[in-house]
T-cell receptor, first 112, second 114 residues
Framework: GENVEQHPSTLSVQEGDSAVIKCTYS??????FPWYKQELGKRPQLIID?????GEKKDQRIAVTLNKTAKHFSLHITETQPEDSAVYFC???????????FGTGTQLKVEL | KAGVTQTPRYLIKTRGQQVTLSCSPI?????VSWYQQTPGQGLQFLFE???????NKGNFPGRFSGRQFSNSRSEMNVSTLELGDSALYLC?????????????FGEGSRLTVL
């Protein structure tokens, strides 16, 4: 079936620490894995994505890793800052077109 | 370039009523998807339209329907509203034909059913 599991549901870190959020997916045909950030009261926005032909992608303080064999991918945020506090969603395509199945979200809180 | 625009932003309805939500995608985007967001369930896919055709449909009852017009604007309709339909309804548009690019979300329409 189409399923994307995301852990943890909440994550609290100290400013400057690293944060890791993990997702697993079930559809072996999935080949595109985006991460969206949703600040309180705002719309979800894409922060990084990875395609199945690479194992890792980095953009400044954020990186995503993909393990297609194990069907899991992770978001890594280094040197966390208060403005990183938000809900983060992983997603994977399930079915044709632009249908994405989202994980249930991780509430990240960066404490001073 | 204007972003994805959803109207209305907030609305309150009572059980049994019906509601229509509107979404104007980014100019040039032909794919429009709808998601329901609730605190407990996260983002649940409703349906996707591309060139006026429904390409995908999520696991929602038939009370949820949608359509897309020739200018790519989309509407979704919920009939016979239930308390559990209270949620933020998000529309997203994409330039890409398949899952190869970014979804651009609107601010959402927050529906409260009393």
């Amino acid at each position: 079936g189409e399923n994307v599991e995301q852990h943890p549901s909440t994550l609290s870190v100290q400013e400057g620490d690293s944060a890791v959020i993990k997702c697993t997916y079930s559809d072996s045909a999935s080949n595109y894995f985006p991460w969206y950030k949703q600040e309180l009261g705002k719309r979800p926005q894409l922060i990084i994505d990875i395609r199945s032909n690479v194992g890792e992608k980095k953009d400044q303080r954020i990186a995503v890793t993909l393990n297609k064999t194990a069907k899991h991918f992770s978001l890594h945020i280094t040197e966390t800052q208060p403005e990183d506090s938000a809900v983060y969603f992983c997603a994977a395509p399930t079915g044709g077109g632009n249908k994405l199945t989202f994980g249930t979200g991780t509430q990240l809180k960066v404490e001073l | 370039k204007a972003g994805v625009t959803q109207t209305p932003r907030y609305l309150i309805k009572t059980r049994g009523q019906q509601v229509t939500l509107s979404c104007s995608p980014i100019s040039g985007h032909r794919s429009v998807s709808w998601y329901q967001q609730t605190p407990g369930q996260g983002l649940q896919f409703l349906f996707e339209y591309f060139s006026e055709t429904q390409r995908n449909k999520g696991n929602f009852p038939g009370r949820f329907s949608g359509r897309q017009f020739s200018n790519s604007r989309s509407e979704m309709n919920v009939s016979t509203l239930e308390l559990g339909d209270s949620a933020l309804y998000l529309c997203a548009s994409s330039l890409e034909h398949q899952n190869t690019g970014e979804l651009f979300f609107g601010e959402g329409s927050r529906l409260t059913v009393l």
